[in-house]
T-cell receptor
Framework: GENVEQHPSTLSVQEGDSAVIKCTYSDSASNYFPWYKQELGKGPQLIID?????GEKKDQRIAVTLNKTAKHFSLHITETQPEDSAVYFC???????????FGSGTRLSIRP | DTAVSQTPKYLVTQMGNDKSIKCEQNLGHDTMYWYKQDSKKFLKIMFSYNNKELIINETVPNRFSPKSPDKAHLNLHINSLELGDSAVYFC???????????FGEGSRLTVL
């Protein structure tokens, strides 16, 4: 079946450094790739998304890149801060089933 | 104003009992979902409703029965609870089936 793979499962970076989380997807018809952030005790919240007609999108310290040929997309966080500590999920639609499936999540910790 | 609200936030119960979780969204969205998040943080879709009509049922045991009295509400009833049902259940809504998901804060179910 269709799936989304996410790596790494945990990531620890020094405050101020960059963090990169990578995902691959299998449905070649997917055209929308969101990233969600889940803070402790809360529901996931969309932080950035990208559609297949662009290769990169930035919003302040976060950016997402997409390689449709390789079916890869990545989340980049620069100048990390303590409030960036959370679990991050990538996701992609399964076009044949009208649903979005999630990667397995990355627990990001920012070391002071 | 809470966009997607679910109750109760915590639920502790014995095996074999029946329990319900309620969800309401005030975003005017047409589609609502139930997701299950296990202890490893995997987020899996269980059900999706569009305008009160069931559109996705992800091979969930029939002990789980969703009900949507109107497009702003989606409740989840679980019969004969088992230990493996312990998880956090998230309600979500979206305007289109593969668009941005808005999640509630989750309902943590513990089955003893």
């Amino acid at each position: 079946g269709e799936n989304v793979e996410q790596h790494p499962s945990t990531l620890s970076v020094q405050e101020g450094d960059s963090a990169v989380i990578k995902c691959t997807y299998s449905d070649s018809a997917s055209n929308y790739f969101p990233w969600y952030k889940q803070e402790l005790g809360k529901g996931p919240q969309l932080i950035i998304d990208i559609r297949s007609n662009v290769g990169e999108k930035k919003d302040q310290r976060i950016a997402v890149t997409l390689n449709k040929t390789a079916k890869h997309f990545s989340l980049h966080i620069t100048e990390t801060q303590p409030e960036d500590s959370a679990v991050y999920f990538c996701a992609a639609p399964v076009s044949s089933a009208s649903k979005i499936i999630f990667g397995s999540g990355t627990r990001l910790s920012i070391r002071p | 104003d809470t966009a997607v609200s679910q109750t109760p936030k915590y639920l502790v119960t014995q095996m074999g009992n029946d329990k319900s979780i309620k969800c309401e969204q005030n975003l005017g969205h047409d589609t609502m979902y139930w997701y299950k998040q296990d202890s490893k943080k995997f987020l899996k879709i269980m059900f999706s409703y569009n305008n009160k009509e069931l559109i996705i049922n992800e091979t969930v045991p029939n002990r789980f029965s969703p009900k949507s009295p109107d497009k702003a509400h989606l409740n989840l009833h679980i019969n004969s609870l088992e230990l493996g049902d312990s998880a956090v259940y998230f309600c979500a809504s979206s305007q289109v089936r593969t668009g941005e998901l808005f999640f509630g804060e989750g309902s943590r179910l513990t089955v003893l």
